[in-house]
């Protein structure tokens, strides 16, 4: 079986979670291409350009995540995804892993519009950015870093901007994609709600 779920949206929208329940469930390899992004982004900081940090990728640079989770790593990440030739670097590899036997879910900000235009299941997972923002702003906390709420709803606003705005691969919901709004949804209703989604494609 070759089917492949696409799923978009912005930071914290809760698109991850939904990502990794639904692999589990149907299956399905899982790629976070933030990641991709987000190793690329801590090299760039570690003095690395961004196309040669792209072009070195290798799986060990995914992990840790929690090394890649810091607000500093995710700013640099939304910086270098906006150079068309990092982006041209990781191309091949999404979509080589898009298509793999058995399956695959990917989450991202341009999966179901650039990487996998014909996936058979596209969602786009969004809320509200104060809603976002609190969730990030708990996960950060949790995770020992010291940010305020307003640092944590200003960076989301910033990323939001520059991700929806560059020029290559912009965040945009497909127009065959299917909406699912958390702002107000508990993480199992959203589950519920990709769940059908994926089922309705399988049948």
Same mark, same amino acid.
């Given at each position: 079986?070759?089917?492949?779920?696409?799923?978009?949206?912005? !930071?914290?929208?809760?698109?991850?979670?939904?990502?990794?329940?639904?692999?589990?469930?149907?299956?399905?390899?899982?790629?976070?291409?933030?990641?991709?992004?987000?190793? $690329?982004?801590?090299?760039?900081?570690?003095?690395?350009?961004?196309?040669?940090? !792209?072009?070195?990728?290798?799986?060990?640079? @995914?992990?840790?995540?929690?090394?890649?989770?810091?607000? %500093?790593?995710?700013?640099? !990440?939304?910086?270098?995804?906006?150079?068309?030739?990092?982006?041209?670097?990781?191309?091949?590899?999404?979509?080589?892993?898009?298509?793999?036997?058995?399956?695959?879910?990917?989450?991202?900000?341009?999966?179901?519009?650039?990487?996998?235009?014909?996936?058979?299941?596209?969602?786009?997972?969004?809320?509200?950015?104060?809603?976002?923002?609190?969730?990030?702003?708990?996960?950060?906390?949790?995770?020992?870093?010291? $940010?305020?709420?307003?640092? $944590? @709803?200003?960076?989301?606003?910033?990323?939001?901007?520059? %991700?929806?705005?560059?020029?290559?691969?912009?965040?945009?919901?497909?127009?065959?994609?299917?909406?699912?709004?958390?702002?107000?949804?508990?993480?199992?209703? !959203?589950?519920?709600?990709?769940?059908?989604?994926?089922?309705?494609?399988?049948?």
């Amino acid at each position: 079986m070759k089917l492949t779920v696409a799923i978009d949206g912005p !930071a914290a929208a809760g698109k991850g979670t939904i990502s990794k329940a639904v692999a589990r469930e149907f299956g399905l390899a899982h790629l976070d291409t933030g990641l991709l992004y987000r190793a $690329v982004g801590a090299k760039v900081l570690a003095g690395a350009a961004p196309v040669e940090a !792209a072009e070195a990728l290798v799986p060990a640079d @995914l992990a840790p995540e929690d090394a890649l989770r810091t607000p %500093d790593v995710a700013q640099a !990440a939304s910086r270098v995804a906006a150079d068309p030739e990092v982006r041209a670097k990781l191309l091949e590899f999404q979509r080589n892993f898009a298509r793999r036997e058995g399956g695959a879910v990917l989450d991202g900000r341009d999966i179901g519009t650039v990487i996998c235009p014909d996936a058979e299941v596209k969602l786009f997972v969004t809320a509200s950015a104060e809603a976002r923002a609190e969730r990030r702003y708990k996960e950060l906390i949790g995770n020992g870093h010291e $940010v305020t709420p307003e640092q $944590v @709803l200003a960076d989301v606003k910033a990323r939001d901007a520059r %991700d929806a705005g560059r020029d290559a691969a912009p965040m945009v919901a497909a127009e065959d994609a299917v909406m699912l709004d958390t702002t107000e949804l508990s993480i199992a209703e !959203a589950l519920d709600r990709a769940r059908e989604c994926i089922r309705l494609k399988i049948k």
